[in-house]
């Protein structure tokens, strides 16, 4: 028997210490979660991209009186990104929440968006950089999505069927 670990690493920074790109793209998550359609949650999600032709494209959490049938906002950006600019590398996403309610801690995509941001990374071979806010300015990047969801579902086999 052997183990196997997996070691994840995150830079935390304050928001003034960004780059005047990340800066940016975070002002654009912002913007986008103010869009959100999310009236059964109250939980409202913006997500910016940026793409390797330097365009931005944003989305948000999209929801559904069944409730199994809405999107979280990195795939509803990750889907646009995918289905106009087909042949453009995703470069970065930025991810703001707001609530309806107080809560004071970063909030990570969720595993089905983990899982779709992954696809991509191996898709267009290059990672893909992850960049979240908190409500008082603390931002976390993550290198790529591979830090965040270790062991993640890939077979390569699927495409020869
Ligand atoms: N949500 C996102 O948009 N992204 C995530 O990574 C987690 C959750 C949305 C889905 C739903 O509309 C609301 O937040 C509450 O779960």
């Known amino acids: 028997m052997k183990i196997i670990e997996y070691k994840s690493i995150l830079s935390e920074y304050n928001i003034n210490e960004l780059s005047s790109e990340h800066f940016k793209l975070i002002k654009l998550a912002k913007k986008s979660s103010l869009k959100a359609y999310a ?30 049938s809405g999107l979280c906002a990195e795939r509803v950006a990750l889907f ?5 600019y087909p042949n453009e590398k995703i470069e970065k996403i930025a991810i703001f929440t707001k609530a309806s309610f107080n809560f004071n801690q970063i909030i990570m995509p969720c595993g089905n968006c983990r899982q779709a941001l992954i696809e991509f990374e191996h898709k267009q ?37």
């Not at 646009?80 to 106009?84: P, R, S, V």
């Open 80 to 84: 646009y990104a995918g289905a106009n």
């Open 39 to 68: 009236p059964y949650s109250n939980f409202f999600v913006g997500a910016a991209i940026k793409l390797s032709n330097g365009k931005m494209v944003t989305g948000n959490n999209q929801e559904n009186s069944a409730f199994p």
């Open 125 to 161: 071979n290059q990672n893909i950089e992850l960049i979240l806010n908190d409500q008082i300015n603390n931002i976390l990047i993550s290198k790529s999505i591979a830090n965040i969801l270790p062991f993640a579902f890939k077979c390569d086999e699927l495409k020869k069927i």
